[in-house]
């Protein structure tokens, strides 16, 4: 009987061990994937951005002050050369993440630490998921209250202070975009606010500290890293939102830092341009690639700091 169970229990565990080898291989197939993905999606911009500055070069986009694609669609056609400087778009895109920044920060950080540090355990079940609600709302329907509501808002009121305000301004997307990225920003300092260790709110406490203080001089600084970790995520969320750029801030590719005026960002612009009746290798079509090229590496970048700033707090505080 017991070789019989011996017999049994080496089976059993030769299979265990080709269902483990099983699913590494399978976790691993998918990760190569993702990778080759990846990089083909960086090589595919590259090339085609490699095209784009074959008939522009890569000076003029990068420090040109003027964004005016307009080509001839045919050789046969006298159109305009075209200007292709990619500042006013960067500068729309700083602008408008900038002012979804200032909006999305403090409520999403205040927020975060009501429901960690002051909310009761039923009013938490509530509020939180009401509160993500908005993370589930599409953006086109932000577009529209943004456009419908927030910029005759802005218009009517900057117009009665005197104040020359366009129909679609910088201000309206921001300010919209910024509630957008609300629940984002808080439902990662909720998490990042959570890890901190009790022990030190209670060595706080037991020193005579009141909760104000021991929120912002023991948790607050506990949990700095994770926090400017979400927020970076979050900038690079604002960064490439479209729909609500469209809708709200318009097509005027303007180097401004004037919020009350219309202006457009680097995604928009990457749509525009890949719309209509255009010869795909065109110094036109080809820019969407530059600007999706620069904008990766721009994104790229603020996610690898946000990256490498959780896995610091992780190591930290896990």
Known sequence: MFPSTNLQLRRAGRGSKLKEQIIIVGMLVCSLVAILITIGIVLSLAFEAFLFFRKVPVFDFLFGLEWSPQTAIRADQVGASG???VLPLLT??????????????????YSA?????YAKPKTRNW???TLELLAGIPTVVYGFFAALVVAPIIRNTGSGAGFDVSSESALAAGLVMGIMLIPFISSLS???ISAVPKAMREASYGLGATRVETITQVVLPAATVGIVGSLLLA???AIGETMIVVMAAGLAAKLTLNPLEAVTTMTVQIVTLLTGDQEFDSAKTLAAFAIALFLFILTMG?????????????????
Request: hydrophobic share 50%; charged share 20%.
């Open 302 to 318: 603020l996610n690898v700091i946000a990256l490498k700033i959780v896995d610091k707090y992780k190591v930290h505080y896990a």
């Open 113 to 117: 630490v009501y429901l960690t540090e």
């Open 235 to 237: 900038t690079s969320r």
């Open 190 to 192: 909720d998490d990042v």
């Open 92 to 109: 729309g895109t700083v602008l408008i993440s900038f002012i979804a920044m200032a909006v999305a920060t403090p409520l999403g950080l």
């Open 83 to 85: 200007k292709f400087g």
């Open 127 to 129: 509020i939180k998921p």
